[in-house]
């Protein structure tokens, strides 16, 4: 048989009338070829072995007289649609090891059946020894060590207190020499091939030494027939507490934290402190005081207007968005990603514009996260907007959108909050949906995986309303719980330590109001106390001098509030009486006091009166809205986050009007 490439080959000089003729033997002589070939297959589909939960590929080579055809069979029976040369299989389980592919192939009026080729599916790794607890002195190094089989090539990756460790990719893994903070350390391994990965039991390494304090306890303030919380994180190894009224033993209360029975008028000035005792050594707390008034008559109204500002660090990506009490939705400053809504991207703008929802629709409620944007409209319908890199609008992509998007949700929703790069809402029968960034937890299913469309979060029945910060999340239930969930590395989850959480932990109760931000946590109860906890590098959480720390569990930090918001650096608080009160870094003016000097006592923002909320946005702006439905702005004004012509990119520390522009119309 003569090749057909030899003939179509042109030769030097050939006319193109030549090339034709000799295309039109080649198409002659390869069809009488194709009646005498003799079928057979020329490549047999090989054995393969495939992980649980991927597709394998197989394959058959074949020549005969054409066209030849093929019909792939699994355990004899065919296969719907496999009718290629090659056949990529479903998604593998455990139950198809052991499973026969073959091929029919069919050419003329004759057919061939290929060999069996036998799939063999391995799973995960297994761990046939489990890392072990250590307890080494101060200075030494501890190893732990991990033993598993499996099929395919096995690494590992090994986790302190769920975050992963720079380099610790063996099977074995030492640590730099231990510090006392490293002492109740959680370490775990992932061991992983191609199937996935399985994790090992967590274990604890119990460093010794004297005990020392590393976060102490803060005096705080509750109200009239409330508890309050007092906590300690100490380090030293075999710890007990034992906690203190005054210099008398408190009954019970041995743990690191101590929550007191429901307190009086007559217990304010109370003073509290813990021993912490072990085999080396005994410290003592430093003694804090709790302070107890009478609670607000009424908790706080529900808010006719919301503001929400964009919570990136990057001060050219700030932008504001504003819920009107006429249920539409307003934006200005930065427009990279289309978090304005508009249709757009564009350079930032001071000029607020509306955002477009659907037709004859009004929003209930808004939601500002990193550089995206929820909205649950009137009738229970949730869209998002901006930035989607991490799935955080929850669409089924990576995609940014410029207008509001429908998220599809199995239920109409009552609240919605946008995280850093994550998203909640909560449906009308109490139950909470999430999706987006996964890696701290943020989707509190227990898992590490991301997701791209919304995915229920386990365990939590009558959730009403929720709050979420960069990578943690508050859900507040009907009876005035609150579930915590996410990034702890700041002690904003109110758990007492610092370790994240993947599944909900319940850290507070008789809560009206939750708010989050950045690494910041705060909740309002029905007697309009302001609960706060979590990160406090800049003094925000107006503790003073006294307590300079991150903050690990829900403290009373002020009364009479109806509202509060935080960022990277800042707190802010709006109070019954309409004034505003603020603290942290202040290093572009954001606490509003008309200077730039840190603050870490919550200090009035000068000339605001009137407010019913607040915004803290991304590394340091402000804003606030008044009763008649002004706005006050000030801070950093890089993106024109301020929406004042009159102001300077580097903004201002003094509380300034937002022109013509009214909330509440």
Known sequence: MLSTWNLL????????????????????????????????????????????GASSYLAVGAKGPAPLSFQWRRNGVAIEGATRSTYATPAL?????????????????????????????????????????????????????????????????????DLIVSGATSATYTTAATVAADDGA??????????????SNPVTL???????????????????????????????????????????????????IYTTPAMTLADSGAAYSVVVTNPRGTVTSSEVTLTVVSPAASAPPALPAQVGAGRTLAPAEGFV????????????????????????????????????????????????????????????????????????????????????????????????????????????????????????GQLGNGGRVSALTPTQVPGIANA???????????????????????????????????????SPVEIATGVVLVRAGADISSAVTAGRLLLAWGENSSGQLGFG?????????PYGIATNAVDASSADAQLLVAYSDGSVRGAGANASGEIGDGTKTARNVLTAA????????????????????LADGSMYAWGDNTAEQLANTTLPAAGTATPTLVPGFDAIP
Do not use: M
């Open 545 to 553: 001098t006294v307590v300079t720390t991150d903050v690990v569990s």
């Open 186 to 199: 959680v370490y775990t391994v992932a061991v992983v091939n191609g199937a996935g990965a399985v994790f």
């Open 93 to 161: 389980t455990l139950a198809n090891s052991g499973d026969v592919y073959s091929v029919v192939v069919t050419g003329g009026k004759k057919s061939v059946t290929s060999k069996d080729a036998k799939v063999t599916v391995v799973d995960v790794p297994t761990i046939t020894t489990q890392p072990v607890a250590q307890t080494v002195a101060l200075g030494a190094t501890a190893t732990f060590t991990v033993a598993a089989t499996g099929g395919g090539t096995i690494s590992y990756q090994w986790l302190r207190n």
């Open 321 to 440: 968005v504003v819920r009107k009490s006429n249920g539409t939705l307003w934006s200005w400053g930065n427009n990279n990603d289309g978090q304005r809504g508009n249709g757009t991207t564009s350079v930032p703008n001071e000029v607020p514009g509306q955002v477009t929802l659907p037709a004859g629709r009004t929003a209930v409620q808004v939601s500002v996260g990193a550089l995206h944007v929820l909205a649950l409209l009137d009738n229970g319908d949730v869209y998002g907007w901006g930035r989607n890199s991490s799935g955080q609008l929850g669409l089924g992509d990576a995609i940014s959108r410029l207008t509001p998007t429908k998220i599809t949700l199995p239920l109409p929703a009552v609240y919605v909050s946008a995280g850093g790069a994550h998203s909640l809402a909560i449906l009308n029968d109490g139950t909470v949906y999430a999706w987006g960034l996964n890696d701290l």
């Open 206 to 256: 119990t460093v010794t030494s004297t005990p020392s304090i590393l976060y102490q306890p803060a005096s705080q303030v509750t109200t009239d027939g409330r508890g309050a919380t007092f906590s300690v994180v100490a380090v030293g190894g075999g710890l007990s507490y034992q906690w203190r009224r005054g210099t008398t033993p408190i009954d019970g209360a041995t743990g690191a």
């Open 9 to 52: 080959r042109p030769t030097r000089g050939a006319s193109l009338a030549l090339t034709l003729l000799l295309a039109a033997a080649a198409s002659l002589l390869g069809g009488c070829g194709s009646q005498t070939e003799s079928l057979a297959i020329t490549d047999q589909p090989a054995d393969f072995t495939g992980f649980v």
């Open 606 to 625: 000068t000339g605001v009166v009137n407010a019913i909320t607040v915004a803290a946005g991304g590394k340091a702006y402000s804003l606030a809205l």
């Open 464 to 502: 009403v309303s929720a709050a979420s910060g960069n990578d943690h999340n508050l859900v507040l239930l009907s009876d005035g719980r609150v579930l915590a969930f996410g990034a702890n590395g700041s002690g904003q989850l109110g758990t007492g330590d610092i370790r994240l959480r993947r």
